[in-house]
């Protein structure tokens, strides 16, 4: 799953640090959603999309395969 986390967070001129801090979780991981290691959960993910003031699908991408692979 793509995302655009580190966009988002480097176009308001925070660091890891400071996003995880604003949302209750660690640098460590919002390095792995950004480098793509780990897909956060539900209610993470809504809490970044709403932080950020995008919609969660403008946030995270699903890459499909051949036939909708996922």
């Keep these: 799953m793509r995302n655009t986390v580190r966009d988002l967070r480097s176009s308001r001129g925070l660091s890891q640090g400071q ?3 604003a949302l209750g979780v660690s640098r460590q ?4 959603i950004e480098t793509e290691r780990y897909t956060p959960s539900l209610p993470l993910a809504m809490s970044m999309a709403r932080f ?4 969660v699908e403008e946030m995270f991408h699903v890459d499909e ?4 692979d996922q």
């Design 29 to 32: 991981t919002i390095n792995a």
């Design 65 to 68: 395969g051949p036939a909708g």
């Design 19 to 21: 996003l995880g801090t």
């Design 52 to 55: 950020f003031e995008v919609s």
